[in-house]
């Protein structure tokens, strides 16, 4: 009995020590990292860190002729109607597309579609999303100073996983968009930072982004000329490399992409919530946390009262670099299957300012492309 009630004794003391202890232990328990089995390569801090700069990444900041000498002069010069040009190197060529933005002194922007050779180094087209995180660790947030002031952006989930953005220790930037099917890398954008800041790919968190600014030597008629030009080029280079059909650039279904555009940018107040319209109009300042987009509903709404069909349709604003923003829709599952359909369909584009509509529509037998028109 004796020898029962020191068992019972020590019991008792050992479940009060663990009640009274719990919190002691359970803390630190909390301050031991959790150790995965499968560990992967994530961010060690809330800023991004550099690789080493090679390949193109080198090219940006440089002499526009220094690049010229590797390349040869432009075969095609697109005006933007802002302080950019677009100038494309290799065209014709069905492996390779290569397009600069300058101001007509430096290389602000390197954009490659299709095979780059050792240019690309330390990437390759076709590479996985595996094979880039060998090299580097894929970065959620960027702090970066601009004139003495911080703006930082933080990348979404689709953006780490279709459109990541690395960055060199020369202060140079690239984004590398994933086809959304394959999950492998299929276009390539170099850029300075002043140019990343404005084109703002990224929801911003602090700051503000710098803004383009308006050329007062092209008209603006023009420039949407040049830009709808350049932007059937890149989505027909996509397309090839998806193998799908040409689109035929039909002249009529250009009027009425120009007609919806008028709609919404002219008479908006029609067509949009007030709600609606604010969040477009900052899409446009500085203040930028996002692109505008039409959403389906209104899209409905807006081509029944113009009565207009189509099969596919896109609104977006602001569109300053056409061929960045169509590698971006064709890495994002919500825009690329748009304009993946594997039908004979026609094509509208229109520009204005930085408004850009794309209208799809379906493609009748009886009509005549006129792709040869648009491209000249």
């Known amino acids: 009995m004796k020898h029962r009630s020191m068992l019972f004794g020590c019991l008792f003391i050992l479940a009060l020590a663990v009640v009274y202890l719990q919190p002691v232990f359970y803390q630190h328990a909390s301050d031991t990292p959790f150790v995965s089995e499968n560990p992967v390569k994530a961010p060690t801090t809330m800023n991004y860190e550099t690789i080493k700069a090679d390949g193109l990444a080198n090219a940006i900041g440089e002499p526009v002729s220094d690049f010229e000498e590797d390349y040869g002069l432009p075969v ?17 060529d069905d492996q390779q597309y290569i397009e600069i933005n300058t101001d007509g002194e430096s290389v602000q922007a390197i954009k490659v579609i299709g095979e780059g050779g050792s240019s690309l180094t330390p990437f390759t087209m076709g590479m996985t999303m595996a094979e880039l995180t060998d090299l580097t660790m894929i970065y959620p947030n960027f702090s970066l100073k ?35 099917i394959t999950a492998k890398l299929q276009a390539i954008s170099y850029l300075d930072q002043s140019t990343l800041l404005k084109l703002a790919p990224y929801p911003l968190t602090e700051g503000e982004r710098p803004l383009f600014q308006t050329s007062q030597t092209i008209s603006a008629e023009q420039a949407a000329l040049d830009k709808g030009t350049l932007a059937f080029v890149i989505i027909e280079k996509m397309r090839g490399i998806q193998q799908l059909d040409t689109y035929s650039a039909n002249l009529d279904a250009q009027k009425e992409a120009s007609t919806l555009l008028q709609e919404v940018t002219e008479n908006s107040a029609d067509h949009l919530t007030s709600q609606r319209i604010h969040s477009y109009r900052k899409a446009l300042s500085s203040e930028k946390t996002s692109n505008f987009n039409l959403t389906t509903e209104e899209w409905q709404e807006l ?25 971006s829709w064709f890495s994002d599952p919500a825009t690329a299957d748009r304009l993946s359909h594997d039908a004979a369909e026609k094509i509208g584009i229109a520009f204005s300012q930085e408004n850009m509509v794309v209208l799809v529509q379906e493609q009748e037998e009886t009509e005549a492309s006129t792709t040869d028109d648009i491209q000249q």
């Open 76 to 92: 095609r010069t697109y005006r933007t109607g802002y302080d950019f040009e677009v100038r494309v190197y290799n065209q014709l």
């Open 146 to 180: 601009q004139n003495d002031r911080t703006v930082s952006f933080e990348l979404m989930e689709s953006d780490m996983n279709y459109r990541p953005l690395v960055a060199f220790d020369n202060g140079t930037f690239a984004v590398l968009f994933f086809d959304h």
């Open 303 to 327: 081509l029944q009262d113009q009565d207009i069909t189509a099969t596919a349709t896109i609104f977006e604003a602001p569109v300053y670099d056409p061929t960045f923003s169509i590698l």
